[in-house]
């Protein structure tokens, strides 16, 4: 068990920096009980597991809204797969008959704790220009994203096929030794879902869990040109989220980190063989040790500081919003073949716009989003007819002015090579 909770917590070390919502394991072993424990359970205790459950999964929709739909979306997977299992469906209908005159608390509750996200969600999205797939299809990953690690990665930087990178860098790689043992889980629930007999309720659960995940890693990649996730995007309300389709990987660590938990628990630690437990030792701190990673440049907060003073300093008071953008394009290089190099991107221009906000109180109109509001012209700052821009997008909002401010912001503003504090 304290890898299953663990583990997740020490990849926050690791190269990608993973974030993992600690309602997922509490939530997952609410309902796992209810399959592992073979004895009788009350109506109310029934009641009281799922609602528990349902009360973890609502927080994380309205914390983290995409780590939950991925947890939902993989434990349906999963149910799907443990109905081949007879025991489970047996165990399925008792539980569902003993408990079904109050499955309504669970199913109020359910809607109780959606509503706050709804009332959030659907006026945005539905004032917001719709995410078609040719946005999504990009931030899909190939099965070889899953290793490629980077180069400041600790063990594995000196690999060359660290350096390489594949379309957009979603850095969601799990590492060799992760992806050794998840792969290595798959080949054992795959054939144990083909045996003939099995009688071991936990069994049961890991296989179908790790079933789940191959299943939906395998609508989460690309292979070459055919993308499975073209139909989830197409038929699964939420499923057009550009970055949480290539991290599902945030997710994947949870079965990850039971299966090691599993292999664990299995290691004869009494055993007279004593290189078992040595060696079952040594594999895992090499996988935790292998999520490490080194940080290439320093930061300095007294940089940082001066950088966002500049920002502010240049917002004329009397402004009443801004747009901060680079300063004029040579006329004499093609627009499309302009290198933006020279100062920060697109993103970072919108980020130190909103920083620049904060700390002036003065409105931003700069903006970068997964869903921009409809008709929104000023995604990009390195266009030429910003300006015109500008007005066409103020011209909605009467009695509104907005100041363009250029200021060329170059990248190295925000590091220092002597300081770091």
């Not at 974030?19 to 073979?38: H, I, K, M, N, Y």
């Not at 939902?72 to 005159?101: E, K, N, P, Q, Y």
């Not at 191959?214 to 690309?222: A, E, K, M, P, Q």
């Not at 004869?268 to 594999?283: F, K, Q």
Request: proline share 7%; glycine share 8%; hydrophobic share 50%.
């Amino acid at each position: 068990m304290f890898f299953a909770f663990g583990f997740p917590k020490f990849a926050e070390l690791g190269h990608f920096q993973l974030r993992f919502d600690f309602f997922q394991p509490l939530a997952l072993g609410l309902v796992a009980s209810l399959w592992t424990e073979r004895r009788s359970f009350r109506a109310a205790e029934i009641a009281a597991r799922l609602n528990g459950f349902v009360a973890l999964v609502g927080l994380g929709a309205l914390t983290a809204f995409y780590h939950a739909w991925f947890l939902v979306f993989w434990l349906s997977l999963a149910g799907i797969l443990a109905c081949r299992f007879s025991a489970f469906r047996l165990r399925a209908a008792l539980l569902l008959s003993t408990a079904r005159r109050v499955l309504w608390q669970p199913a109020l509750l359910a809607a109780l704790l959606l509503l706050p996200f709804l009332a959030l969600y659907v006026p945005g999205r539905s004032a917001a220009s719709g995410r078609g797939w040719e946005q999504t299809a990009p931030y899909i990953p190939s099965l070889l994203d899953y290793l490629r690690l980077g180069p400041d990665h600790l063990l594995w930087g000196w690999v060359p096929f660290n350096a390489a990178t594949s379309g957009i860098e979603l850095r969601n790689g799990l590492g060799f030794c992760v992806t050794a043992t998840i792969l290595a889980g798959w080949v054992w629930s795959i054939r144990f879902m083909l045996q003939g007999r099995r009688d071991n309720p936990n069994e049961e659960l890991l296989a179908a869990a790790l079933g789940g995940s191959l299943l939906v890693t395998i609508l989460s990649i690309h292979w070459g040109p055919f993308y499975p996730w073209h139909a989830v995007f197409d038929v699964v309300p939420g499923a057009s989220s550009m970055l949480a389709v290539g991290r599902w990987v945030l997710t994947l660590m949870l079965p990850g980190s039971i299966l090691i938990a599993t292999f664990v628990d299995r290691i004869p630690w009494r055993s007279g063989l004593r290189l078992i437990p040595v060696v079952g030792c040594v594999a895992v701190g090499l996988g935790i040790l292998e999520q490490g990673g080194r940080i290439s440049a320093e930061y300095s907060a007294a940089d940082a500081v001066r950088y966002h003073q500049q920002i502010v300093a240049a917002i004329p008071p009397a402004c009443g919003a801004f747009l901060l953008a680079p300063p004029l394009l040579d006329p004499m290089i093609p627009e499309e073949a302009f290198d933006a190099a020279q100062y920060l991107d697109d993103f970072h221009y919108q980020l130190s716009a909103l920083i620049g906000s904060a700390l002036s109180g003065i409105p931003t109109v700069n903006g970068a989003s997964g869903l921009s509001p409809v008709g929104y012209p000023l995604s990009s700052v390195f266009t030429r007819d910003l300006d015109d821009r500008l007005t066409a997008w103020l011209e909605r909002f009467p009695h509104t002015q907005a100041c363009l401010v250029r200021l060329s912001l170059p990248p190295e503003g925000l590091t220092s090579s002597t300081t770091s504090k």
